[in-house]
Nanobody, 119 residues
């Protein structure tokens, strides 16, 4: 069973909204920092948004004010609400869970979901 499973990508017009979901196991969800990354064709994977196990959030400048990362503990699900989408948001979006327990780094990745913003 995959540690992280993503849902919710698709095709949307500029200015539209999408919500991505990432279902995790309870052990991961409660103890790991959770992140959304994206990778556009021909570009490196970039960090979009993060939430710590304590609930602190952080965003890339390119998505501040448009994207919201959140965690729902009752169903161990991470969300990324994306509003006012732009063509440059087109990418494969990945959910990531990370925890550092020196000397071991724990990393889990979702399968990726395509988001296409186009008219």
């Amino acid at each position: 069973q995959a540690a992280l499973v993503e849902f919710g990508g698709g095709l949307v017009q500029p200015g539209g909204s999408l919500r991505l979901s990432c279902a995790a196991s309870r052990s991961i969800f409660s103890a790991f920092a959770m992140h959304w990354y994206r990778q556009a064709p021909g570009k490196q994977r970039e960090l979009v948004a993060s939430v710590t196990s304590g609930g602190n959030t952080n965003y890339a400048d390119s998505v501040k004010g448009r994207f919201t990362i959140s965690k729902y503990n009752a169903n161990n699900t991470l969300y990324l609400q994306m509003n006012n989408l732009k063509p440059e948001d087109t990418a494969v979006y990945y959910c990531n869970a990370h925890r550092s327990v020196p000397p071991i780094e724990y990393d889990y990745w979702g399968q990726g979901t395509q988001v296409t913003v186009s008219s």
